[in-house]
């Protein structure tokens, strides 16, 4: 069975940093791309970062762009989020979810699996 598992999320004062991490359980995972979404209360799930399979392409919400930063490592099957000069705004719970494809990803039009998400709170 496959599972995206995420970690990394904690309660930060504004401007503050977490990296969060999402461990795949994919034998294929350098051949997924992956996506960031974060869904805050009373809101709908919004891409944040997503990246390509091989790291040419990455993709970052115009509300994230200079603050945070996705990456992958293929060896150890991961993807990550490092999340700096976070505000309160930031609130929500962030999920990883898989893909064929960068735009597929960041469209939403194919996720093939979703994390159960990590919680991140920042403190004003």
């Known amino acids: 069975q496959v599972q995206l598992v995420e970690s990394g999320g904690g309660l930060v004062q504004a401007g503050g940093s977490l990296r969060l991490s999402c461990a795949a359980s994919l034998r294929t995972f350098s051949n997924y791309a992956m996506g960031w979404f974060r869904q805050a209360p009373g809101k709908e799930r919004e891409i944040v970062a997503a990246i390509s399979w091989n790291v040419d392409s990455t993709y970052y919400a115009d509300s994230v762009k200079g603050r945070f930063t996705i990456s992958r490592d293929n060896a150890r099957n991961t993807v990550y989020l490092q999340m700096n000069s976070l505000k309160p705004e930031d609130t929500a719970v962030y999920s990883c979810?898989?893909?064929?494809?960068?735009?597929?990803?960041?469209?939403?039009?194919?996720?093939?699996?979703w994390g159960q998400g990590t919680q991140v709170t920042v403190s004003s």
């Open positions: 979810a898989a893909g064929p494809n960068i735009i597929q990803v960041v469209t939403t039009r194919k996720i093939d699996y």
